[in-house]
């Protein structure tokens, strides 16, 4: 019985294995993957080089450009020959100066706090206004204050942390900051999460352009504080006064190209991306330091160990991902423009994705279940890898671009190093929060999924049409949010 069962099994494997890949000996690539990745591998390096030489990769600054040429330098220096930069130009928003003054309505009892602007605020505020406390600011906390809202500056945690909403999904910091221009505040005030007096930055911009209204984000402590003065000292006076700048800059999105094999799949095209801008505060390592040097450090693997592939493989690193999903909206209109939007079966995209586990498939059924099979073929190799996976959709990356275009979307799951969640847009988010090991993971599951899906003939994945992007959206509770971000391309 027990030759039996290990025959059986052995069929199984011998089974799956032909109906993934016919004439594919996955099981022996993926060994070669595992064992360059664990011995030669080269992301943990390159990312401690470029935080180190460059720092911060805000779009449209100096260091942005620096690292924008280093990445361009190593697809080079990893031996491929088709390296392009896609210049788009765009509106960059940086800060300048910041202050935040918070008093009793008659002028006493006055008192700074620590402070940092959001992007895309405008160039130049300087206001005071009664301070209106809507909790989480979710929907529902807008609608239940109503006409209040107006000409108050609003009080709002970056998270969801008040009773009365548990169970809730958030919204993003633009979203928020959307509803309290809808409803008429002269400025919004977003308390952080995260303990330690860290200050969070990013976007209050839900279409990557200059907002009517000041947008700033104070520390979970001075949120704390304030609603305390609110108890106790009855109605407060915030101030805000900053002056930012704005201005047309050229960006770069970062293209290696590996070329598919296969006369039958010609012009079929995987990509796998990652945004390689950061914000100002540190030197963002690990949004997105971990996906965009996990991205280039599979393009070695694929070179070094000369794989090849039946599919195209683009590799790409965005630029001005934090400033509005710039960088992929650029490349998704020029796919657009050229008709070769529906050519890409499958945008994988790695933000801040670490020590992967498994994948999500996007919404797709059918992908999920072949990410699940290639992934028995991983855990053959490496029992440690989880194969835990899903299908789900969400906002606010480099894949939302392609996903409203109709293309199939997927990433990587796993899990972040301890404190990195606290230093998320932060200025603690530097090198030392990563570990190599975890980075290592990224690289060799990735690359041995990649390769799988390039390879497979049947790829699970089709080009949706917009009524078929739409239903999507509405099956994936989208809506609302892509209506309230200004992205809902059909009628409301």
Same mark, same amino acid.
């Given at each position: 019985?027990?030759?039996?069962?290990?025959?059986?099994?052995?069929?199984?494997?011998?089974?799956?294995?032909?109906?993934?890949?016919?004439?594919?000996?996955?099981?022996?690539?993926?060994?070669?993957?595992?064992?360059?990745?664990?011995?030669?591998?080269?992301?943990?390096?390159?990312?401690?080089?470029?935080?180190?030489?460059?720092?911060?990769?805000?779009?449209?600054?100096?260091?942005?450009?620096?690292?924008?040429?280093?990445?361009?330098?190593?697809?080079?220096?990893?031996?491929?020959?088709?390296?392009?930069?896609?210049?788009?130009?765009?509106?960059?928003?940086?800060?300048?100066?910041?202050?935040?003054?918070?008093?009793?309505?008659?002028?006493?009892?006055?008192?700074?706090?620590?402070?940092?602007?959001?992007?895309?605020?405008?160039? %130049?505020?300087? =206001?005071? @206004? !009664?301070? *209106?406390? +809507? $909790?989480?600011? #979710?929907? /529902?906390?807008?609608?239940?204050? &109503?006409?209040?809202?107006?000409?108050?500056?609003?009080?709002?945690?970056?998270?969801?942390?008040?009773?009365?909403?548990?169970?809730?999904?958030?919204?993003?910091?633009?979203?928020?900051?959307?509803?309290?221009?809808?409803?008429?505040?002269?400025?919004?005030?977003?308390?952080?999460?995260?303990?330690?007096?860290?200050?969070?930055?990013?976007?209050?911009?839900?279409?990557?352009?200059?907002?009517?209204?000041?947008?700033?984000?104070?520390?979970?402590?001075?949120?704390?504080?304030?609603?305390?003065?609110?108890?106790?000292?009855?109605?407060?006076?915030?101030?805000?006064?900053?002056?930012?700048?704005?201005?047309?800059?050229?960006?770069?999105?970062?293209?290696?190209?590996?070329?598919?094999? %296969?006369?039958? =799949?010609? @012009? !079929?095209? *995987?990509? +796998? $991306?990652?945004? #390689?801008? /950061?914000?100002?505060?540190?030197? &963002?390592?690990?949004?997105?330091?971990?996906?965009?040097?996990?991205?280039?450090?599979?393009?070695?693997?694929?070179?070094?160990?000369?794989?090849?592939?039946?599919?195209?493989?683009?590799?790409?690193?965005?630029?001005?991902?934090?400033?509005?999903?710039?960088?992929?909206?650029?490349?998704?209109?020029?796919?657009?423009?050229?008709?070769?939007?529906?050519?890409?079966?499958?945008?994988?995209?790695?933000?801040?994705?670490?020590?992967?586990?498994?994948?999500?498939?996007?919404?797709?059924?059918?992908?999920?279940?072949?990410?699940?099979?290639?992934?028995?073929?991983?855990?053959?190799?490496?029992?440690?890898?989880?194969?835990?996976?899903?299908?789900?959709?969400?906002?606010?990356?480099?894949?939302?671009?392609?996903?409203?275009?109709?293309?199939?979307?997927?990433?990587?799951?796993?899990?972040?190093?301890?404190?990195?969640? &606290?230093?998320?847009?932060?200025?603690?988010?530097?090198?030392?929060?990563?570990?190599?090991?975890?980075?290592?993971?990224?690289?060799?599951?990735?690359?041995?999924?990649?390769?799988?899906?390039?390879?497979?003939?049947?790829?699970?994945?089709?080009?949706?049409?917009?009524?078929?992007?739409?239903?999507?959206?509405?099956?994936?509770?989208?809506?609302?949010?892509?209506?309230?971000?200004?992205?809902?391309?059909?009628?409301?």
């Amino acid at each position: 019985m027990l030759k039996k069962n290990i025959g059986i099994a052995a069929l199984i494997i011998l089974i799956t294995s032909f109906i993934l890949h016919p004439g594919k000996d996955l099981k022996s690539v993926f060994r070669k993957i595992n064992e360059n990745v664990l011995h030669q591998g080269k992301a943990y390096e390159s990312l401690r080089e470029i935080t180190e030489k460059i720092g911060h990769r805000l779009t449209g600054s100096e260091n942005g450009h620096r690292a924008e040429d280093y990445a361009f330098n190593l697809f080079k220096k990893y031996g491929y020959k088709n390296v392009t930069f896609q210049e788009f130009k765009v509106e960059a928003w940086s800060r300048i100066s910041v202050a935040l003054k918070i008093s009793l309505q008659n002028g006493d009892k006055s008192m700074d706090y620590p402070v940092v602007s959001l992007a895309h605020s405008p160039v %130049s505020s300087h =206001l005071s @206004g !009664e301070i *209106i406390d +809507l $909790g989480d600011g #979710l929907k /529902s906390d807008f609608e239940k204050a &109503g006409d209040a809202v107006r000409d108050k500056i609003v009080l709002a945690n970056i998270n969801v942390r008040m009773p009365e909403n548990k169970g809730k999904s958030n919204l993003h910091r633009s979203e928020k900051t959307a509803l309290a221009i809808q409803y008429g505040a002269k400025g919004i005030i977003l308390s952080n999460g995260a303990k330690g007096g860290v200050l969070l930055t990013g976007t209050a911009s839900v279409t990557g352009k200059l907002i009517s209204i000041p947008a700033v984000c104070i520390s979970l402590e001075s949120g704390e504080a304030i609603r305390k003065r609110l108890s106790e000292e009855g109605k407060l006076t915030a101030r805000i006064d900053m002056e930012n700048s704005s201005k047309p800059i050229t960006a770069r999105n970062v293209i290696a190209t590996l070329e598919g094999s %296969s006369p039958q =799949l010609k @012009g !079929e095209s *995987i990509i +796998l $991306g990652g945004h #390689l801008d /950061s914000w100002d505060l540190a030197t &963002g390592a690990i949004d997105n330091g971990v996906g965009a040097f996990s991205v280039l450090d599979i393009a070695r693997v694929f070179k070094e160990l000369k794989l090849k592939t039946d599919r195209t493989i683009h590799f790409v690193l965005f630029m001005g991902e934090e400033q509005g999903l710039l960088g992929s909206k650029y490349m998704v209109s020029q796919l657009e423009r050229l008709n070769e939007i529906k050519k890409v079966k499958l945008m994988i995209n790695l933000d801040m994705a670490n020590n992967t586990k498994g994948f999500n498939a996007g919404g797709d059924e059918d992908l999920l279940k072949l990410m699940q099979q290639i992934g028995t073929v991983i855990k053959q190799v490496d029992t440690s890898y989880a194969n835990e996976n899903k299908s789900s959709l969400g906002l606010h990356s480099d894949h939302q671009p392609f996903m409203l275009a109709g293309v199939q979307v997927a990433s990587a799951v796993g899990s972040l190093p301890p404190g990195a969640w &606290g230093c998320y847009h932060a200025d603690c988010d530097h090198f030392n929060l990563v570990i190599k090991e975890q980075l290592d993971n990224n690289v060799r599951y990735v690359a041995m999924m990649l390769y799988a899906l390039a390879n497979e003939t049947n790829l699970a994945t089709r080009f949706l049409n917009s009524l078929e992007t739409r239903d999507l959206m509405i099956k994936h509770n989208l809506k609302d949010e892509l209506i309230l971000g200004n992205e809902w391309g059909w009628d409301k």
